[in-house]
């Protein structure tokens, strides 16, 4: 991803196939359950003004790098072929509300 240093990419991709290695894949699956409640529950907080955005920001690397296993895990093929298909639907609705709040 582009917003990750060369370095910080690198050292993701090592650590996230090391993890699935050492930890398995179910462990792995547990774990990107767990991180994801956790960074939804901080996000839950903005309704009721309680956010941390520091928090947001730490709950959401940690999913960031849950992704990375996970991707890893379901092998490029199958990821890219899911993210175009999520990206052509994403573009088909981006495209809709953009005419609606241009009219």
Same mark, same amino acid.
């Given at each position: 991803?582009?917003?990750?240093?060369? /370095?910080?990419?690198?050292?993701?991709? $090592?650590?996230?196939?090391?993890?699935? $290695?050492?930890?398995?894949?179910?462990?792995?699956?547990?774990?990107?359950?767990?991180?994801?409640? /956790?960074?939804?529950? /901080?996000?839950?907080? #903005?309704?009721?003004?309680?956010?941390?955005?520091?928090?947001?920001? /730490?709950?959401?690397? $940690?999913?960031? #790098?849950?992704?990375?296993?996970?991707? #890893?895990?379901?092998?490029? $093929?199958?990821?890219?072929?899911?993210?175009?298909?999520?990206?052509?639907?994403?573009?088909?609705?981006?495209?809709?509300?953009?005419?609606?709040?241009?009219?």
């Amino acid at each position: 991803m582009t917003m990750l240093t060369k /370095e910080n990419a690198d050292k993701l991709d $090592d650590l996230a196939q090391r993890a699935i $290695d050492c930890w398995g894949v179910p462990a792995q699956f547990g774990m990107v359950k767990e991180e994801c409640l /956790e960074l939804a529950l /901080e996000v839950q907080r #903005i309704d009721r003004g309680r956010h941390d955005d520091e928090k947001i920001l /730490e709950e959401s690397v $940690d999913v960031y #790098i849950m992704m990375k296993e996970m991707f #890893i895990i379901f092998g490029p $093929d199958r990821v890219n072929a899911m993210m175009a298909k999520k990206l052509g639907k994403f573009e088909s609705h981006l495209a809709k509300s953009e005419k609606k709040e241009a009219a």
